[in-house]
């Protein structure tokens, strides 16, 4: 049969669309190929992750992107303060030697900044436990007035008029469109890999090293009077308690029942994990104590009575001077310092 010059027009037109359609797919796939995913491997002995680590789809190139969002002065609406400002490497991500961390124009937080690692085993964050996950929390400093003090518009605007950033965000979540969320899941791609696994006590638990006898006796102390709370490998329960600090009027901080409402949860807050805690000064919830000694010193000393205190501390915590000597020398042997020092997780060049 003949085909009249018009059908063959629209045969080919119809060849070349679809030709067309399938360099695009092969595009689509070509690009999704080019992005490296990232297994987290779960340090021995560590519980099941908290967050969910397939839903944050961890690629190098969304780490990288998100690696340099963290360390970005210009996401501040000053100009002076990045995620790094206050969550510094040297102190294990929380602010080093300050006991309340600065934000935009001369700010102060209302709490001491914590330390960042092993976020994915971790159920909530900040000490009170207001976010669930870590993408929820990442919205918070940016937005926040004391924090970092942007509008997504602005942060927005300022990442699309980059070229690099576009490209990154494209690459990473196939879209020219920078969502607020696709901002805060790039932050968070890089913080789920701050794993803080290697210190001189996992050593030890692996075999591979050795306590001497004053930390071997740290360590029998720490698993006699503070374990409850500060449990292996996470030295943290995650659970919210009061261990009896006097209440600061000017702050008037009554933790965890900002978030429940429920009387029984007044001045209570995360347990933190002490890990690295030789390198995280200074301590507890609002920064009040610049050593570990004042800590241990507090539950020797200084806990204050009231209705929600931990029943495991309201007599206070028994220890001599040399054994709350060699409760440091165990606690100085959780600084891994080859998290400190990794490069992979300092300011990009
Ligand atoms: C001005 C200082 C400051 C800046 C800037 C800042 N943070 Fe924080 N961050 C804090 C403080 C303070 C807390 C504790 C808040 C609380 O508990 O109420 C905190 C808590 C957190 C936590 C929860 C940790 C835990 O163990 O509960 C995460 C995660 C975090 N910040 C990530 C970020 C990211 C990501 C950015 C940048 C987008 C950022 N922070 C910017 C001070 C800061
Ligand atoms: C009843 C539970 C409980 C027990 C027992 C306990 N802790 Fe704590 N610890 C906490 C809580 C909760 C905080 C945070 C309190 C706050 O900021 O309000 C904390 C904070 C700390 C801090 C400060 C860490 C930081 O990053 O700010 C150190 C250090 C510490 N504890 C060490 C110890 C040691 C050593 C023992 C044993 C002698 C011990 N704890 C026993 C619950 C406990």
């Known amino acids: 049969m003949k085909q009249s010059a018009q059908t063959i027009q629209i045969?080919?037109?119809?060849?070349?669309?679809?030709?067309?359609?399938?360099?695009?797919?092969?595009?689509?796939?070509?690009?999704?190929?080019?992005?490296?995913?990232?297994?987290?491997?779960?340090?021995?002995g560590f519980p099941a992750m908290e967050?969910?680590?397939?839903?944050?789809?961890?690629?190098?190139?969304?780490?990288?992107?998100?690696?340099?969002?963290?360390?970005?002065?210009?996401?501040s609406a000053d100009v002076s303060t990045s995620c790094g400002t206050c969550h510094e490497q040297?102190?294990?991500?929380?602010?080093?030697?300050?006991?309340?961390?600065h934000g935009v124009f001369n700010s102060h937080t209302l709490r001491n900044a914590p330390p960042l690692f092993n976020l994915l085993w971790q159920k909530n964050y900040h000490w009170d436990g207001a976010y669930r996950t870590l993408h929820e929390e990442a919205a918070q400093p940016l937005t926040g007035t004391i924090e970092m003090?942007?509008?997504?518009?602005?942060?927005?605007?300022?990442?699309?008029?980059?070229a690099s950033y576009r490209e990154g965000f494209k690459k990473v979540f196939g879209t020219w469109f920078i969502r607020p969320e696709l901002i805060t899941r790039a932050i968070s791609q890089f913080t789920a890999t701050f794993i803080s696994a290697n210190s001189k006590y996992d050593r030890v638990k692996q075999g591979r090293e050795?306590?001497?006898?004053?930390?071997?006796?740290?360590y029998q102390l720490f698993q006699s009077k503070c374990a409850t709370c500060h449990p292996e490998p996470l030295f943290t329960d995650q659970s919210y308690r009061n261990i009896g600090l006097t209440v600061d009027p000017s702050l008037n901080d009554l933790g965890r029942f900002r978030i429940?409402?429920?009387?029984?949860?007044?001045?209570?807050?995360?347990v933190p994990s002490l890990r690295n805690v030789a390198a995280t000064s200074n301590y507890m919830h609002d920064g009040r104590f610049a050593t570990i000694q004042q800590c241990i010193r507090h539950y020797r000393y200084g806990v204050?009575?009231?209705?929600?205190?931990?029943?495991?501390?309201?007599?206070?915590?028994?220890?001599?001077?040399?054994?709350?000597?060699?409760?440091?020398?165990?606690?100085?042997?959780?600084t891994d310092s080859s998290f400190l020092n990794d490069k992979r997780l300092a300011r990009p060049n």
């Open 11 to 44: 045969q080919k037109m119809a060849v070349f669309g679809l030709l067309a359609l399938l360099c695009l797919c092969m595009g689509c796939v070509k690009e999704q190929k080019e992005l490296h995913p990232i297994t987290i491997i779960s340090p021995p």
């Open 51 to 75: 967050q969910s680590v397939s839903e944050l789809n961890i690629t190098s190139e969304g780490v990288a992107l998100g690696r340099r969002l963290f360390y970005d002065k210009q996401l």
């Open 90 to 101: 040297r102190a294990a991500f929380g602010t080093f030697e300050h006991d309340r961390s």
């Open 149 to 162: 003090g942007m509008r997504f518009d602005q942060i927005k605007s300022y990442l699309e008029n980059d």
């Open 210 to 218: 050795q306590f001497d006898n004053f930390e071997q006796s740290g």
């Open 260 to 270: 429940t409402g429920d009387r029984t949860d007044s001045l209570k807050f995360k």
């Open 304 to 334: 204050q009575s009231s209705s929600t205190v931990d029943p495991s501390v309201s007599n206070g915590i028994t220890l001599t001077d040399t054994e709350e000597y060699n409760l440091i020398q165990f606690l100085k042997c959780l």
